[in-house]
């Protein structure tokens, strides 16, 4: 079966830096585009960044363009966030998303806190 497993989140000051990952077993990662939402608290989760399934092309919300980049390695099956100069309005739960013909999964989420 599908598997998402993110890691990387933590507790950071505003203005520091995290690195999320996902590992994914049980897809033809290669063919998958992929993406990373965040959820706040009684917030409506969002899409923070995309990434098409040969890495050639991403995109970002507003919110985050210059500050995150999203990436892959299709050798590790694994899609990166590095998320920079973090603010207290990226605290979320992290969420990464995997998408083909065949449908979409997600993983069980990172939580990211940044203080101010």
């Known amino acids: 079966q599908v598997q998402l497993v993110e890691s990387g989140g933590g507790l950071v000051q505003a203005g520091g830096s995290l690195r999320l990952s996902c590992a994914a077993s049980g897809i033809i990662f290669s063919r998958n585009r992929m993406a990373w939402y965040r959820q706040a608290p009684g917030k409506q989760r969002e899409l923070v960044a995309t990434?098409?399934?040969?890495?050639?092309?991403?995109n970002y919300a507003d919110s985050v363009k210059g500050r995150f980049t999203i990436s892959r390695d299709n050798a590790k099956n694994t899609v990166y966030l590095q998320m920079n100069s973090l603010k207290p309005e990226d605290t979320a739960v992290y969420y990464c998303?995997?998408?083909?013909?065949?449908?979409?999964?997600w993983g069980q989420g990172t939580q990211v806190t940044v203080s101010s």
């Open positions: 998303k995997s998408g083909s013909y065949f449908g979409d999964s």
């Open positions: 990434i098409t399934a040969d890495g050639g092309n991403t």
